[in-house]
């Protein structure tokens, strides 16, 4: 009898929802952002949304949160796979409140405010939700593995103080899933060996 407990080390439990914009649909990106809700790791509980553009002329990476060591403990252990230029611990935390609006069902929001500007992250026109698997060590490269509840959307909106950033997003197959560049990933849990 197989036994139903993963044997592999949890990292962290939460969300990591992330819209990816490029110029026109299959670009190249100029914007992306990675959204954590993170209910448990060894740097604790928080929120943290890392930040990138080609439409910040200032700081064109930028790092929000409202817990510092679990943002680092993110960028070490995650986002150095995920994506390193987000992984960079010389980079500036900017301290936020983080709060969200809307449902699946119309249109969902992320609000990350900060002293020097209010940041909105918004999916709308959803398609049909599924369960990402991917097992500890079946990506070449990387011994983690993940599990997660996808909800991709076929638009997405970043806006930054009153502005918003350029792009659209790209529809693309994940797997048998058809699947996006702007995806709300709740339930997601990483694990490694």
Not at 122 to 138: E, I, K, V
Not at 141 to 153: E, K, L, N, T
């Amino acid at each position: 009898m197989t036994s139903p407990v993963d044997p592999n080390q949890i990292c962290l439990t939460g969300e990591n929802s992330f819209i990816r914009l490029s110029p026109e649909p299959g670009g190249e990106q100029t914007t992306r952002t990675s959204h954590w809700r993170v209910l448990w790791s060894p740097g604790g509980a928080g929120h943290v949304l890392f930040l990138k553009s080609a439409d910040l002329e200032r700081d064109p990476v930028r790092i929000y949160s409202d817990n510092i060591a679990m943002t680092r403990y993110l960028q070490e252990e995650i986002e150095s796979i995920l994506f390193p230029e987000f992984a960079d611990p010389s980079l500036t935390v900017i301290p936020a409140q983080f709060s969200r609006s809307g449902g699946i069902e119309s249109a969902y929001n992320e609000i990350v405010v900060a002293s020097t500007e209010t940041v909105v992250l918004s999916w709308h026109d959803f398609l049909t939700p599924y369960m990402l698997n991917n097992p500890a060590g079946s990506t070449p490269g990387r011994p983690h593995g993940v599990y997660s509840c996808f909800f991709p959307a076929r638009s997405a909106q970043i806006t930054v103080g009153d502005r918003a950033l350029s792009g659209a997003v790209t529809l693309e197959a994940r797997g048998s899933a058809q699947s996006s560049t702007a995806c709300c990933a709740w339930s997601e849990t990483w694990v490694k060996p």
